[in-house]
């Protein structure tokens, strides 16, 4: 099969390769899935799962991309819960070849159902943004209806997620990012909008919850915001700074099928857009992944038109 491989973590993006691989085998409990789109996260170059298997062992050239959306085509042994021909969506495992390539094998229970009216390039857009935002604000936030929130990176993969999940719970919405950023923001749903660039982030006061995907310096200011009782969330690791009267939480999005069925309903009704910049084929993703300039939106990669 075609497939992307990286072999150096130093490269990044710029090591990716379009090559020839062997065809994937699906092991007990798993599917074999024929890929029709695939997306990617820049960041995963720097995990440790994209260069070692769960033992630690290295397993370059790896395979990327952890978000797929395609056709069942093989069944391990004992798998259940999904059928040969069924259209599907979801989350590779971390330690593990990806999808950037034709076909992947997956655990059964990373995998939901997609819709038949939902296209495959969709499908692959909302793992892990749809996952992140629903976890962050649902599972680990906790986030209660009609409660003020700062969103960094509002215009953003997993930002603009969260900014049209917390919409539709009737949050009022603060989102930030650069000053090109504004209109997609408040276009998701943020009421405010601050420009990390010019203006003062302490302006903002006191908000009840923070969800932060950039840490550092700005995850270290948010946390003075959060009122007491309030709740700051991060993807960016744990955070330096904690809130004096409130909670702080740092995850990682794990895979789950009935939270990816919500994030999906959400898309087909309405109250939910995907954020998609460009989508190419697998021969043009190794260009497209390595942008000349900042780009707007995912990059999706189909690899079955």
Do not use: C
Request: aromatic share 6%; hydrophobic share 40%.
């Amino acid at each position: 099969m075609k497939a992307i491989v990286v072999t150096e973590e130093a490269a990044g993006a710029a090591g990716m390769t379009l090559t020839e691989r062997p065809d994937p085998v699906a092991a007990g409990n798993d599917v074999l899935v024929e890929v029709h789109a695939s997306g990617f996260t820049p960041g995963e170059l720097t995990w440790s799962g994209t260069w070692t298997d769960r033992l630690g062992r290295d397993r370059t050239p790896s395979i990327p991309g952890h978000e797929v959306a395609g056709v069942v085509s093989g069944l391990g042994y004992g798998t259940r819960g999904l059928t040969v021909g069924q259209r599907v969506f979801g989350l590779a495992d971390w330690t593990r070849d990806g999808t950037l390539a034709e076909y992947v094998a997956v655990e059964a229970r990373n995998l939901a159902p997609l819709p038949g009216d939902v296209d495959f390039t969709v499908g692959a857009s909302l793992p892990i943004s749809g996952l992140t935002a629903w976890q962050g604000l649902f599972v680990h936030g906790r986030f209660q209806a009609g409660q003020s929130i700062l969103v960094h990176g509002a215009a953003g993969g997993v930002g603009s997620m969260v900014v049209q999940l917390a919409r539709e719970a009737g949050a009022y919405i603060i989102g930030t990012g650069r000053a090109d950023d504004r209109g997609a923001a408040q276009g998701f749903g943020a009421q405010e909008f601050v420009d990390l660039d010019r203006d003062r982030l302490e302006d903002v006061g006191e908000v009840d919850f923070v969800f932060d995907v950039i840490g550092g310096d700005i995850g270290g200011r948010s946390a003075g915001l959060v009122r007491a009782g309030g709740t700051l969330v991060t993807i960016a690791g744990p955070p330096d700074k904690k809130p004096v009267d409130g909670l702080a939480v740092d995850f990682v999005v794990e895979a789950d099928r009935a939270q990816l069925s919500e994030v999906v309903k959400r898309v087909r009704d309405g109250r939910l857009r995907t954020n998609i910049g460009s989508v190419v084929s697998l021969d043009e993703a190794v260009a497209a992944l390595n942008p000349s300039e900042r780009s707007k939106g995912k990059t999706i990669i189909r690899v079955r038109s």
